[in-house]
């Protein structure tokens, strides 16, 4: 069993089973999993267990996301902004925006991040990060040190962290393609779709009966972004 998933390492355990059976031993894919995790042989490529899409949905609630997204001013200057998503909520914090994005400034950002939490940072057990060298090991040992396991997506797999590739593409739709940002601090005053203020309760509201109360509409960046409520 061992040689087979050694000298066979694309072979699962159900493959793994199929051989045996062939020689004779009538084993469950169970087995096979246990014994090769015995032996200190990693499942991948997903010998057993969840995919990855039902990894995030699973564990949602445990999540945390982030990514950068970069805005062209109309002085032709870049500027990046940092943010985290909370995959269980889509609530959205915005880190920070700079044009010169080092290692020490995302690894401080972080800091701050966990700082706002509070306890609320036990509720998560893992952060999702591309391969970008702006996220040190310095970054890294922030969120570790809370009992944070950091998660790197495959190289060339934006769709492996897809919520945070996802919020990008709604804020360029819905803000960023319809107005000029015109230097670094506009940029940090734009709000992006599905932002929420730190200390905002995220808890889901009782569903409001529509037919018997009034909606009212308040209008963000001139009209073009529409926040409701309910009238008082």
Known sequence: MLRLAEENPTWGCRRIQGDLIGFGYRIAASTVWKILTQAGLDPAPRRSGPTWAQFLSGQAEGILA?????????????????????????????????????????AQQARNLLMDMGERVSRFRFLIRDRDTKYTGVFDEVFTAEGIEVLRTPPGAPRANAHAERWVRTVRRECLDRMLIYNLQRASAAPGPGSTPSGVDSSLPPVADLTEIRLRRRKILHGMINEYSQAA
């Open 66 to 106: 982030c990514d950068f997204l970069h805005v062209d001013t109309i002085g032709l200057a870049r500027v990046y902004v940092l943010f985290l998503t909370e995959i269980g909520t889509r609530r959205v914090h915005l880190l920070g925006a700079t044009a010169n994005p080092t290692g020490a400034w995302v």
